[in-house]
């Protein structure tokens, strides 16, 4: 049983090496960059098994022309064997010269799929049946006009909060006849913020000024909705709210005041967090600056040494998921 274990985790090993031996070769070949553009060094062609059991088809039929000398079997062999050898060349172009450029992303919920922009130029003539794909992905199938540009958005699914840079792309192509595989990786550097996902819970009570918890309270601001009193006239106030009434009783010329009420802005911190870990903590936030966005409340955010001052607007609210999603990952930019 110990040896077992010992031969699998050399087995393991020898693996990880491996994959760490190719992907750095990779970078030396194809280096990571905003646009690449396929030539030899960055295309890889190899016969598919439809290819395989094609070859294997001809040797079965060169070694029946030998046996019987039969120059009609020893035609149609060689015959075969060129339209082999072209389809080869056609799999290799239908890659060749082609340009992809990555045109970026927007953020995300921890969980939910990244969709990142990408355009293929291809000068000169149509490429066909061009599949694009990650592990564990399922790819997607595409042609690419000739002297245009083709758009394309691509979903990559997101796992945890940070910023994302997905695994080498991978372009395909079996065109013609699918004997041949002609394929490369690309990193094309892309970075895609993403956030904690969001977890629903009460929004929490205000922090009164000794500390205590303490309900919102609502503010009066001048306004249109309950009458609150008079005030002496100042220039500038509307007509409409001139109390005419005590004007003409030589009170003098006064304004009516009318209030309604404004709600206190909202402080949020990791204090007012329950949970398991401090994921769950921060997806609390998460839930709240969305909550109380969408209520059109202002609020803060108190997390470690950065406070981002109440207020509302997509700005406000990008920033402050942005704080969350980076939040001890020891990188803000």
Request: charged letters at 20%.
């Amino acid at each position: 049983m110990a040896t077992q274990r010992s031969a699998g985790g050399v087995s393991s090993g020898w693996r990880a090496r491996g994959r760490a031996l190719h992907q750095r070769w990779l970078k030396r070949r194809i280096p990571a960059a905003q646009q690449v553009t396929l030539d030899h060094r960055r295309i890889f062609i190899l016969p598919s098994r439809a290819g395989m059991a094609f070859l294997l088809l001809l040797a079965i039929l060169l070694v029946g022309a030998i046996n019987y000398e039969n120059s009609l079997v020893y035609g149609l062999t060689f015959l075969l064997l060129s339209l082999f050898w072209v389809a080869l060349h056609h799999s290799y172009r239908n890659l060749a010269g082609i340009s992809l450029r990555a045109t970026g992303g927007r953020p995300v919920f921890a969980g939910e799929l990244v969709p990142l922009g990408l355009v293929l130029l291809s000068p000169g003539r149509e490429r066909q049946a061009l599949r694009l794909s990650w592990p564990q992905v399922a790819p997607q199938q595409l042609d690419v006009s000739a002297d245009g540009e083709t758009s394309a958005t691509l979903y990559y699914p997101s796992q945890r909060r940070g910023w994302l840079q997905p695994e080498r792309l991978r372009i395909e192509t079996r065109f013609p006849l699918g004997w041949f595989a002609a394929w490369s990786l690309l990193d094309l550097n892309w970075r895609v913020l993403v956030y904690p996902r969001p977890v629903q819970a009460p929004l929490p009570l205000q922090r009164s000024g000794n500390g205590q918890d303490e309900a919102p309270q609502a503010q009066l601001a001048e306004g249109a909705d309950d009458f609150q009193g008079l005030r002496h006239y100042r220039p500038g106030d509307s007509r409409r709210r001139l109390d005419w009434r005590a004007y003409s009783r030589g009170q003098g010329l006064h304004s009516k005041v009318f209030a309604e009420p404004q709600q206190q802005s909202q402080w949020l911190d990791l204090e007012q967090t329950t949970g398991a870990d401090l994921e769950q903590r921060l997806g609390m936030l998460t839930g709240w600056v969305l909550a109380l966005e969408a209520a059109g409340r202002p609020y803060g955010l108190a997390l470690g040494n950065l406070r981002q001052a109440p207020a509302l607007g997509e700005a406000h609210r990008d920033a402050c998921l942005r704080a969350l999603a980076l939040y001890g990952l020891g990188d803000s930019a």
